[in-house]
Protein backbone atom coordinates (compact mmCIF):
# COMPACT_ATOMS: atom_id res chain seq x y z
CA UNK A 1 0.00 0.00 0.00
CA UNK A 2 2.65 2.50 0.74
CA UNK A 3 4.40 1.69 -2.53
CA UNK A 4 0.76 3.08 -4.11
CA UNK A 5 0.58 5.93 -2.39
CA UNK A 6 4.00 7.31 -2.94
CA UNK A 7 2.86 6.68 -7.08
CA UNK A 8 -0.06 9.27 -6.67
CA UNK A 9 -1.06 12.50 -7.45
CA UNK A 10 -3.47 15.17 -6.64
CA UNK A 11 -5.12 16.21 -9.70
CA UNK A 12 -6.89 20.14 -10.04
CA UNK A 13 -9.97 19.02 -11.75
CA UNK A 14 -13.42 20.04 -11.92
CA UNK A 15 -16.14 19.55 -10.06
CA UNK A 16 -13.50 18.34 -7.16
CA UNK A 17 -9.47 17.69 -7.17
CA UNK A 18 -8.77 13.61 -8.00
CA UNK A 19 -6.45 11.76 -6.58
CA UNK A 20 -4.34 9.28 -8.97
CA UNK A 21 -2.62 6.23 -9.03
CA UNK A 22 -0.37 6.53 -11.89
CA UNK A 23 0.90 2.71 -11.88
CA UNK A 24 -3.10 2.42 -12.11
CA UNK A 25 -3.79 4.48 -15.00
CA UNK A 26 -3.70 4.75 -18.35
CA UNK A 27 -3.91 7.72 -21.32
CA UNK A 28 -6.78 7.04 -23.95
CA UNK A 29 -6.19 8.89 -27.21
CA UNK A 30 -9.38 9.00 -28.92
CA UNK A 31 -9.64 8.72 -32.86
CA UNK A 32 -6.82 11.47 -33.63
CA UNK A 33 -7.21 10.35 -37.42
CA UNK A 34 -6.21 11.82 -41.00
CA UNK A 35 -9.81 11.18 -41.53
CA UNK A 36 -11.21 13.11 -39.08
CA UNK A 37 -8.44 15.76 -38.84
CA UNK A 38 -7.22 16.84 -42.04
CA UNK A 39 -8.97 18.09 -45.37
CA UNK A 40 -10.02 15.60 -47.53
CA UNK A 41 -11.14 13.31 -45.08
CA UNK A 42 -14.60 12.19 -43.36
CA UNK A 43 -14.98 14.79 -41.64
CA UNK A 44 -14.32 17.71 -44.17
CA UNK A 45 -16.73 15.36 -46.21
CA UNK A 46 -19.92 15.71 -43.50
CA UNK A 47 -19.47 19.24 -44.19
CA UNK A 48 -16.81 20.51 -41.17
CA UNK A 49 -14.20 22.77 -40.60
CA UNK A 50 -11.52 20.40 -39.89
CA UNK A 51 -8.98 23.22 -38.42
CA UNK A 52 -10.92 23.35 -35.32
CA UNK A 53 -9.98 19.44 -34.40
CA UNK A 54 -6.23 21.54 -34.54
CA UNK A 55 -6.09 23.23 -30.75
CA UNK A 56 -6.00 19.94 -29.16
CA UNK A 57 -3.10 18.74 -30.85
CA UNK A 58 -0.22 20.18 -28.71
CA UNK A 59 -2.41 20.00 -25.36
CA UNK A 60 -2.25 16.16 -26.09
CA UNK A 61 1.50 16.31 -27.38
CA UNK A 62 2.99 17.32 -23.96
CA UNK A 63 0.76 14.99 -22.03
CA UNK A 64 1.71 11.88 -24.16
CA UNK A 65 5.13 13.02 -23.72
CA UNK A 66 4.86 12.79 -19.50
CA UNK A 67 3.09 9.31 -19.83
CA UNK A 68 5.74 8.00 -22.31
CA UNK A 69 8.34 9.54 -19.59
CA UNK A 70 6.70 8.00 -16.96
CA UNK A 71 5.97 4.46 -18.25
CA UNK A 72 2.68 4.73 -17.92
CA UNK A 73 0.11 2.83 -20.71
CA UNK A 74 -0.77 4.77 -23.33
CA UNK A 75 -3.78 3.67 -25.72
CA UNK A 76 -4.33 4.80 -29.45
CA UNK A 77 -7.45 4.46 -30.69
CA UNK A 78 -9.08 4.72 -34.41
CA UNK A 79 -12.11 4.31 -35.50
CA UNK A 80 -12.76 2.49 -39.24
CA UNK A 81 -14.26 -0.30 -40.98
CA UNK A 82 -13.05 -3.85 -42.46
CA UNK A 83 -12.42 -3.67 -46.34
CA UNK A 84 -15.56 -5.29 -47.26
CA UNK A 85 -17.53 -2.84 -44.64
CA UNK A 86 -18.82 -5.87 -42.96
CA UNK A 87 -18.74 -4.23 -39.22
CA UNK A 88 -20.07 -1.29 -40.47
CA UNK A 89 -24.13 -1.24 -40.10
CA UNK A 90 -25.98 0.28 -43.07
CA UNK A 91 -27.48 2.55 -41.04
CA UNK A 92 -24.41 4.22 -40.10
CA UNK A 93 -23.24 3.85 -44.15
CA UNK A 94 -26.35 5.60 -45.22
CA UNK A 95 -26.80 8.10 -42.57
CA UNK A 96 -26.77 11.82 -43.66
CA UNK A 97 -25.50 13.47 -46.83
CA UNK A 98 -21.79 13.70 -47.36
CA UNK A 99 -20.15 14.27 -50.07
CA UNK A 100 -18.45 11.23 -49.87
CA UNK A 101 -19.14 7.77 -47.52
CA UNK A 102 -17.53 5.26 -45.65
CA UNK A 103 -15.81 3.23 -48.09
CA UNK A 104 -15.84 5.45 -50.96
CA UNK A 105 -12.48 6.19 -52.52
CA UNK A 106 -11.04 9.48 -51.48
CA UNK A 107 -7.61 11.14 -51.72
CA UNK A 108 -6.27 9.54 -47.93
CA UNK A 109 -7.81 6.08 -49.57
CA UNK A 110 -10.90 4.78 -49.15
CA UNK A 111 -13.17 6.83 -45.86
CA UNK A 112 -12.54 4.93 -42.69
CA UNK A 113 -11.19 1.76 -43.95
CA UNK A 114 -8.36 0.50 -41.81
CA UNK A 115 -5.34 -0.14 -43.40
CA UNK A 116 -5.69 2.85 -45.39
CA UNK A 117 -3.94 6.09 -44.94
CA UNK A 118 -6.96 8.40 -43.90
CA UNK A 119 -7.74 5.55 -41.57
CA UNK A 120 -4.33 6.08 -39.93
CA UNK A 121 -3.25 8.81 -36.68
CA UNK A 122 -1.73 12.21 -37.09
CA UNK A 123 2.42 12.28 -37.73
CA UNK A 124 2.43 14.58 -34.55
CA UNK A 125 0.81 11.55 -32.38
CA UNK A 126 1.83 8.29 -33.74
CA UNK A 127 2.11 5.91 -31.54
CA UNK A 128 5.17 3.79 -30.57
CA UNK A 129 5.67 0.22 -31.16
CA UNK A 130 5.13 -0.78 -28.07
CA UNK A 131 1.64 1.09 -27.33
CA UNK A 132 -1.15 0.28 -27.58
CA UNK A 133 -3.70 0.72 -30.74
CA UNK A 134 -7.30 -0.19 -30.55
CA UNK A 135 -9.45 -0.30 -34.11
CA UNK A 136 -12.78 0.39 -33.26
CA UNK A 137 -16.10 -0.09 -35.36
CA UNK A 138 -18.41 2.11 -33.71
CA UNK A 139 -18.25 5.44 -31.26
CA UNK A 140 -17.41 3.98 -28.31
CA UNK A 141 -13.89 2.26 -27.45
CA UNK A 142 -15.06 -0.30 -25.47
CA UNK A 143 -17.59 -1.48 -27.92
CA UNK A 144 -16.60 -5.09 -30.11
CA UNK A 145 -13.06 -4.38 -28.87
CA UNK A 146 -10.71 -5.81 -26.75
CA UNK A 147 -9.85 -2.78 -24.22
CA UNK A 148 -11.92 -4.01 -21.86
CA UNK A 149 -9.34 -7.00 -21.49
CA UNK A 150 -5.93 -5.12 -22.06
CA UNK A 151 -7.15 -2.72 -18.95
CA UNK A 152 -7.74 -5.68 -17.05
CA UNK A 153 -4.32 -7.19 -17.68
CA UNK A 154 -2.59 -3.95 -16.92
CA UNK A 155 -4.57 -3.45 -13.60
CA UNK A 156 -6.10 0.12 -14.69
CA UNK A 157 -8.75 2.07 -12.72
CA UNK A 158 -8.35 5.34 -13.83
CA UNK A 159 -8.21 7.17 -17.67
CA UNK A 160 -6.42 10.58 -18.71
CA UNK A 161 -9.02 10.67 -22.03
CA UNK A 162 -8.83 12.95 -24.86
CA UNK A 163 -9.12 13.26 -28.83
CA UNK A 164 -12.38 13.70 -30.86
CA UNK A 165 -14.54 14.70 -31.22
CA UNK A 166 -15.83 15.80 -27.26
CA UNK A 167 -19.56 14.74 -27.80
CA UNK A 168 -19.29 11.80 -29.54
CA UNK A 169 -16.36 9.43 -29.27
CA UNK A 170 -15.14 10.81 -25.90
CA UNK A 171 -18.38 10.93 -24.20
CA UNK A 172 -19.34 7.71 -26.01
CA UNK A 173 -16.15 6.20 -24.52
CA UNK A 174 -16.58 8.02 -21.11
CA UNK A 175 -19.79 6.73 -20.67
CA UNK A 176 -18.85 3.24 -21.69
CA UNK A 177 -15.67 3.17 -18.88
CA UNK A 178 -18.23 4.68 -16.29
CA UNK A 179 -20.37 2.42 -16.22
CA UNK A 180 -16.98 -0.14 -15.93
CA UNK A 181 -16.12 0.96 -12.86
CA UNK A 182 -13.14 2.97 -14.47
CA UNK A 183 -12.53 6.90 -12.97
CA UNK A 184 -12.11 9.22 -15.50
CA UNK A 185 -10.39 12.56 -16.01
CA UNK A 186 -11.17 14.34 -19.39
CA UNK A 187 -8.54 17.06 -21.03
CA UNK A 188 -10.81 19.64 -21.74
CA UNK A 189 -8.08 21.37 -23.93
CA UNK A 190 -6.88 18.00 -25.37
CA UNK A 191 -10.80 17.86 -26.60
CA UNK A 192 -12.22 18.92 -29.56
CA UNK A 193 -15.22 19.14 -31.20
CA UNK A 194 -16.18 20.78 -34.95
CA UNK A 195 -18.63 22.70 -32.89
CA UNK A 196 -17.20 24.56 -29.94
CA UNK A 197 -20.73 24.67 -28.17
CA UNK A 198 -20.91 20.96 -28.04
CA UNK A 199 -17.25 21.05 -26.75
CA UNK A 200 -18.42 23.19 -24.51
CA UNK A 201 -21.79 21.14 -23.57
CA UNK A 202 -19.74 17.95 -24.08
CA UNK A 203 -17.60 18.73 -21.02
CA UNK A 204 -19.87 19.67 -18.67
CA UNK A 205 -22.83 16.60 -19.14
CA UNK A 206 -19.46 14.91 -17.87
CA UNK A 207 -18.80 17.23 -14.88
CA UNK A 208 -22.07 17.62 -14.00
CA UNK A 209 -23.83 16.63 -10.96
CA UNK A 210 -21.24 15.76 -8.99
CA UNK A 211 -18.90 14.26 -11.95
CA UNK A 212 -21.63 11.89 -13.06
CA UNK A 213 -20.03 10.72 -15.66
CA UNK A 214 -16.04 11.64 -14.71
CA UNK A 215 -13.83 14.80 -13.88
CA UNK A 216 -12.51 17.39 -16.33
CA UNK A 217 -9.11 19.00 -15.75
CA UNK A 218 -6.90 20.74 -18.58
CA UNK A 219 -3.34 19.42 -19.42
CA UNK A 220 -1.47 21.96 -17.28
CA UNK A 221 -3.36 20.75 -14.29
CA UNK A 222 -2.83 16.86 -15.27
CA UNK A 223 1.15 17.58 -15.70
CA UNK A 224 1.84 19.54 -12.43
CA UNK A 225 0.28 16.15 -11.09
CA UNK A 226 2.52 14.35 -13.19
CA UNK A 227 5.87 16.44 -12.16
CA UNK A 228 5.56 14.72 -8.55
CA UNK A 229 8.80 12.67 -7.20
CA UNK A 230 6.15 9.88 -7.28
CA UNK A 231 6.56 9.50 -10.91
CA UNK A 232 9.87 10.18 -11.41
CA UNK A 233 9.88 6.56 -9.12
CA UNK A 234 7.51 5.35 -11.94
CA UNK A 235 9.58 6.25 -14.55
CA UNK A 236 12.74 4.29 -12.48
CA UNK A 237 10.59 1.55 -12.01
CA UNK A 238 9.82 1.23 -15.69
CA UNK A 239 13.24 0.70 -16.83
Same mark, same amino acid.
Given at each position: ??A ?29 Q ?20 ? &?? !?????? *??? @? ?6 L /? =? ?10 S????A ?18 R ?10 I ?43 ? &?? !?????? *??? @? ?6 ? /? =? ?53
Amino acid at each position: MAASKQLTGIVLAEPEPIQLDWSATALVIIDMQRDFMEPGGFGETLGNDVSRLA &TA !VKPIAS *VLK @AARDTGML /V =VHTREGHLPDLSDAPPAKVERGAPSLRIGDPGPMGRILIRGEAGHDIIPELYPLKDEVVIDKPGKGAFYATELGDILKKYGVENLLVCGVT &TE !VCVNTT *VRE @ANDRGYRC /V =VLSDGCASYFPEFHEMGLKMIKAQGGIFGWVADSAAVLQAMKSETSHALAGAAK
